[in-house]
């Protein structure tokens, strides 16, 4: 299979870095990068299309270790989302909750961060943002960011776009649900900027449109000085 934003596209440098714990197939980091950061990725799994620089590590041992993160500007974590999913707690089964313990390890690091999950999740005075949100996507995919500098939220729109159902082949225009055993995988690249993983990996990602949108305010926020470096 071809991936063809495997090729990251070149955009100007802020001369900032950025951490991407749990990093997936780096749709997050993707947003960091068209942001101006260089991007430095850690999974615990290997990772074979994440397209920036990767170690593969547990995301809670990188984020302990003061002298590895000295040498970043800022942390963004997405821990997993299993134990805060509907689908999850009605079918009784039981995940890790990481999202405390990585919060602490944050904050501990003296850095400036974000932490990414889904409405539900315990974040502390999250920003949502929704794919209407930002022109050009065809996903709604609510997601919640807890961050260390303001942020501000876009104006939501109404979901007036046609939703097809999970299983039937999107129609032109359609929004789309990129979760389970969805239908149109070229069409879901396409409906969340993301054209280099598939079918797994898009069901884990975040659009990185909404990653641009935090990178930008967090860059903003480091440069004029209103969050430590």
């Not at 270790?65 to 800022?74: E, I, K, N, S, V």
């Not at 919060?103 to 961060?113: E, I, N, T, V």
């Amino acid at each position: 299979m071809t991936h063809p934003a495997r090729h990251v596209p070149p955009v100007a440098r802020n001369g900032l870095s950025i951490l991407d714990v749990f990093a997936c197939a780096g749709g997050a980091g993707m947003g960091y990068h068209l942001a101006g950061f260089d991007v430095t990725a850690i999974d615990i799994q290997p990772q074979p299309h994440n397209p920036f620089p990767f170690i593969r590590a547990d995301a809670l041992d990188a984020l302990a270790d003061r002298t590895f993160l000295a040498g970043f500007d800022a942390i963004h974590a997405s821990p997993p989302c299993q134990a805060y999913t509907l689908a999850q707690r009605i079918r009784g089964n039981t995940h890790p909750d990481l999202i405390a313990p990585v919060r602490a390890l944050l904050q501990a690091s003296g850095l400036p961060y974000v932490i990414e999950n889904v409405p539900g999740a315990p974040l502390h005075n999250p920003v949502t943002l929704c794919g209407a949100m930002f022109p050009g996507l065809r996903v709604y995919r609510h997601r919640e960011f807890e961050t260390s500098h303001p942020v501000p939220a876009p104006a939501h729109p109404a979901h007036a776009a046609p939703l097809r159902k999970m299983g039937r082949p999107p129609q032109p225009g359609e929004f789309v649900h990129v979760v389970g055993n969805f239908s149109g995988v070229d069409y879901a690249r396409e409906a969340m900027d993301i054209a280099w993983m598939t079918r797994d990996e898009l069901r884990e990602a975040i659009p990185p449109a909404y990653t641009l949108h935090i990178g930008t305010a967090l860059a903003d926020a480091l440069t004029a000085g209103e969050v430590a470096a």
